[in-house]
């Protein structure tokens, strides 16, 4: 018997006769042959040293020296040392749980700072504690609008990035709600076809700034023309651009949600990363994950406490406001710390310098014959170019000259096979932007 599975033979065979099913290889017939294991019979275990050895090799045959111009939601920001410093604090990291108040002051105000952060940085009344991600925080943002309104018709812009698109149809799959998706139109959200789906069946709108596609827009009018109708509108927003931008609250939008992995987040290989959600003060009730909140103690002293729990999985089960209870409090601790390290002029002198040396990227691409760089909508530190040839291929060949070029986006968009996103941040220096540049024009020859 295996040491680490405790059931028995009976215990499988009990098992698999209560479910219907005949033998341990027949629950995975739906996985296609190519996919599925091939063989349960795993070696024996090796010694610490093998193991570290093993992934030592392994990791050193990664592209660890690639100079990347790939975002697509993720992007390579520095990372102060003292973010790392600070958070590896044994009172940080090792924290007690904030649901007993008591023994976790500390934490407390720590996510209490990094929800005032946020709120700064929005401009909007309230926010939670974090979620898992940005993707499944624009989810949220779409139950919250489903809840207030109590209507089914989800109007969604075509620049909201496909990979938060795609989640969310997984996760609403079984859910009877009815999607629209609308195009875009040079880069940005097509007015006349929004307006057209928006009537009093539609519970929320749901928009991204900048979009997918490195567009940065002013949603006012569209958020009025919703608000007409009593919808509620929800936007995605990058948040170092707010350092530069509108913010969601002076657009008059209702739920703002984000990726924080660009608050100071190593990229670390996909995760783990930080969903951050703000909204309105009248909506907070319907608002999921842990809300932080600052009193008094008996004797009259300021203190912190986790507020509105009847809202978690925990205490209402089935009628809570979230089923992914996850928050990565410690993520966002480190976020916090980065908004303080930067505060308001570091926060703009940040985006101003994404959006410089993206501005000065462009303008090398442009001087390659070949290439249409996209001009027609204003952009902030990403942009899209379309190549003489296929973009996957062109960054298949950029990686032995040591960049990531970017993100093909046929990947997504039939027909856009020849467009390709590029992505500069403060960390790209114009050796490394002209480099790139002579890279590319030497594998479009």
Do not use: W
């Not at 995975?28 to 093998?50: C, M, N, R, T, W």
């Not at 969903?275 to 004797?299: H, L, N, S, Y």
């Not at 601790?333 to 101003?352: I, K, N, P, T, W």
């Not at 050796?431 to 002579?438: C, H, L, N, P, T």
């Amino acid at each position: 018997m295996n040491p680490y599975i405790p059931n028995t033979d009976n215990d499988v065979r009990t098992m698999l006769e209560t479910i219907g099913v005949k033998s341990i290889d027949a629950l995975f017939v739906d996985i296609k042959p190519e996919h599925a294991p091939k063989s349960f019979d795993l070696p024996s275990g090796k010694s610490e040293f093998e193991v570290m050895e093993r992934l030592r090799l392994m990791a050193s045959r990664n592209a660890g020296t690639l100079v990347p111009f790939i975002g697509g939601g993720y992007y390579d920001h520095y990372v102060p040392a003292a973010c790392g410093a600070l958070i590896s604090r044994g009172e940080f990291y090792t924290a007690y749980t904030p649901y007993q108040p008591e023994c976790a002051q500390g934490t407390l105000q720590a996510l209490f700072e990094y929800q005032s952060g946020i709120c700064a940085l929005t401009g909007m009344d309230v926010s939670n504690a974090s979620l898992y991600d940005g993707g499944t925080a624009l989810y949220e943002a779409m139950m919250m609008g489903i809840r207030i309104t109590g209507r089914k018709k989800v109007v969604m812009d075509g620049g909201v990035s496909p990979i938060y698109r795609k989640l969310i149809r997984s996760y609403t799959h079984n859910l009877h709600f009815e999607f629209v998706e609308t195009p875009v139109v040079h880069g940005q959200s097509d007015r006349k076809a929004m307006t057209a789906f928006l009537d009093k069946d539609t519970a929320v709108v749901m928009l991204q700034n900048p979009n997918f596609f490195g567009t940065i827009d002013d949603f006012s009018d569209i958020v009025a023309k919703a608000h007409e109708l009593g919808i509620i509108v929800a936007a995605s927003v990058y948040p170092v651009s707010l350092g530069l931008l509108k913010t969601p609250a002076e657009m008059g939008i209702d739920i703002v949600t984000g990726e924080g992995q660009s608050l100071g987040l190593p990229l670390n290989f996909g995760g783990p990363y930080l969903g951050f959600m703000a909204t309105r003060r009248k909506f907070i009730r319907q608002m999921p994950g842990r809300i932080v909140g600052e009193t008094v103690d008996a004797q009259g002293r300021r203190c912190f406490v986790n507020t509105l729990q009847a809202r978690e999985q925990h205490i209402r089960r089935e009628k809570a406001t979230s089923n992914i209870c996850t928050n990565v409090a410690l993520c966002a601790m480190q976020a916090s710390v980065f908004m303080s390290l930067m505060g308001r002029r570091g926060f703009r002198e940040l985006a101003q310098l994404n959006l410089d040396k993206a501005e000065f990227a462009r303008q090398e691409l442009a001087k390659i014959p070949g290439v249409e760089v996209k001009r027609s909508s204003p952009t902030f530190n990403e942009f899209t170019v379309r190549l003489p040839k296929n973009a996957a291929d062109v960054v298949e060949a950029m990686i032995p000259r040591g960049f990531a070029a970017g993100f093909p986006l046929g990947r997504y968009y039939p027909g856009m096979e020849n467009y390709l996103l590029v992505a500069v941040t403060e960390k790209r220096t114009k050796d490394e932007i002209v480099a790139f540049a002579k890279a590319l024009a030497e594998v479009l020859r």
